[in-house]
């Protein structure tokens, strides 16, 4: 239960602070755009490469950085986590209120939605169309300003620019999930590529610099060294050990937080239908809990897509394991899936036990095991036996598990 709490935590702890950022931005409205993210991004990309340094990861970042693919992908993530949540909002505050640009923005968890089965091959279930639905019916009331009709035509560019800032956003968090780079690696390839974003939109509107005061300096550097590094570093953590729609969720509470931070920072008002939302949001959250197919993987191959199996994407857990073996196969690229079975399946499977299988009673991955024992709930007369490899091995082998167990194992 120990590790189960400490994520939702750091959950919690990362949603509180992804709230804040659009306040913050919002005290930022009177500096220069431009030379306002020239400075988070400098403060961001030295604060990154120092996390990476003493947190031992140099030689990994040095690895990535010789694999133009991989850096590629891990650049793409980080500009696209970036670039949205700090550039796109702080652009769209010149126009519209930190809370609308907010309602907007999280609407990322639904163009998730799209995303999970072809990027992460995660079944959707009812539940979770209904609870991401009933969270969209409350984003609406939110951009119709609590009227049946939309938002102000006069509104509709920067909105459908939010949008955009949204569903890239939508992306990034899919491809952070489904590559395991270590997260301070992903975190400084993120602050490499924001700041040469920042630097070419600098340059090329002038490189106007302007005095922004020691308030406004101050504020550059907790976004840039602060929030870029350590609030994402907890919301990365997070999202690796947690079903993708139990965090899309959670983050559906952001917008009213930025209400109520808004109304006591920026004095915005908080309109009557900021309450419907969180109602929405609230009846989501607990629909979620009562899923149990959502989140599974959901089979590729012909051999495996039959299978009455539920097997899980369990990589996240092991993303900063001790076992050797599973650590190296992660790094280039493999996955670790895994099932639930009754204890007197043991024997039964005794001869499967090749190279790359594991049981949650193996030795070497004990808090792994915990972990994962507490999040897929089960109970005292089950075990997970976990397959490391190939997306494609992985579902043969438990093609070939399910043929020896004999009967559908359900959740």
């Not at 961001?44 to 690895?63: C, N, P, Q």
């Not at 980080?78 to 702080?90: D, H, K, N, T, V």
């Not at 390839?189 to 300096?217: C, D, E, K, R, Y």
């Not at 897509?305 to 073996?325: H, I, Y």
Request: with cysteine; hydrophobic share 50%.
């Amino acid at each position: 239960m120990r590790g189960k709490a400490i994520v939702y935590l750091l959950l919690t702890a990362s949603l509180f602070s992804g709230a804040l950022l659009p306040v913050l931005l919002g005290f930022g409205r009177n500096i220069g755009l431009y030379e306002f993210m020239f400075l988070i991004s400098a403060f961001g990309l030295a604060s990154s490469v120092l996390f990476v340094a003493v947190r031992g990861k140099t030689g990994r970042l040095v690895s990535i950085m010789s694999n133009p693919k991989m850096f590629s992908i891990a650049l793409l993530a980080g500009l696209l986590s970036l670039l949205p949540l700090e550039f796109g909002i702080a652009y769209a505050e010149q126009s519209i209120s930190a809370s609308l640009a907010t309602v907007i923005f999280r609407t990322s968890p639904l163009l998730m939605l799209i995303l999970l089965p072809v990027i992460l091959r995660e079944r959707l279930s009812r539940y979770q169309i209904l609870a991401l639905a009933l969270a969209f019916a409350g984003l609406y009331i939110g951009i119709s300003g609590g009227n049946i009709i939309s938002v102000n035509p006069a509104d509709g560019p920067i909105i459908g620019f939010m949008a955009a800032m949204a569903l890239g956003y939508a992306l990034s968090t899919v491809l952070v999930k489904r590559y395991m780079f270590d997260i301070e690696v992903q975190l400084a390839a993120g602050g490499m590529a924001f700041f040469a974003f920042a630097s070419v939109m600098f340059l090329a509107h002038g490189a106007v610099l302007q005095p922004i005061g020691i308030a406004g300096l101050a504020l550059a550097l907790y976004i840039g060294a602060v929030f870029n590094v350590y609030s994402f570093y907890i919301a990365f953590y997070a999202l690796r050990r947690v079903k993708t729609t139990l965090y899309a969720n959670v983050y559906f509470l952001s917008p009213f937080i930025t209400f109520v931070l808004s109304y006591f920072l920026l004095g915005e008002a908080i309109e009557p239908y900021y309450i419907a939302i969180a109602a929405f949001v609230a009846a989501g959250i607990l629909i979620q809990q009562f899923d149990r197919i959502g989140g599974t993987y959901m089979p590729k191959s012909s051999i495996a897509k039959n299978t009455r199996m539920f097997m899980f994407d369990v990589t996240g857990a092991f993303s900063e394991t001790g076992e050797t073996a599973i650590n190296r196969q992660i790094n280039s690229g493999g996955r670790v899936l895994a099932v639930k079975l009754p204890v007197s399946c043991k024997d039964s499977i005794s001869n499967l036990m090749e190279q790359g299988v594991y049981t949650s009673d193996h030795p070497g991955i004990g808090r792994e095991s915990a972990f994962l024992k507490d999040t897929i709930r089960m109970d005292g007369q089950e075990f997970l036996l976990m397959k490391v490899g190939s997306l494609e091995e992985c579902e043969a082998f438990f093609h070939n598990v399910e043929k020896r167990v004999g009967a559908p194992v359900t959740k």
